[in-house]
Nanobody, 127 residues
């Protein structure tokens, strides 16, 4: 079992930055593909970014590319999401997820391929 706890969310003005953290316990995250998803009210959970076990591969959809950056520190069992140039449409609850699937674009974007989820952290971007 892996327990994931997100932190770092909050209220920020458009154009601002936030850094989210996802601290894992129970098992080392080095064995897991890690990702961030988000879910806005009334919408489905949306893929934000994924990172391979080694950290050598990442994938960002166009909606966050060049603004968001994921990283992982396997020694600290923590994954980070640096979010810059935030927009009101980035407002959502952000979830950290861990899975054992291989790193392919189709795999990492699908929620059912993740075995563990955090409780989420709220990010609100005001205009």
């Amino acid at each position: 079992q892996v327990q994931l706890v997100e932190s770092g969310g909050g209220l920020v003005q458009a154009g601002g930055s936030l850094r989210l953290s996802c601290a894992a316990s129970g098992r080392t995250i080095s064995s897991y593909l890690m990702a961030w998803f988000r879910q806005a009210p009334g919408k489905e959970r949306e893929f934000v970014v994924g990172i391979s076990r080694s950290g050598g591969n990442t994938y960002y959809p166009d909606s966050v590319k060049d603004r968001f950056s994921i990283s992982r520190d396997n020694a600290k069992n923590t994954v980070y999401l640096q979010m810059n140039s935030l927009k009101p449409e980035d407002t959502a609850v952000y979830y950290c997820a861990a899975g054992v699937s291989s790193f392919t674009i189709a795999t990492i974007m699908t929620t059912r391929n993740y075995d563990y989820w955090g409780q989420g952290t709220q990010v609100t971007v005001s205009s």
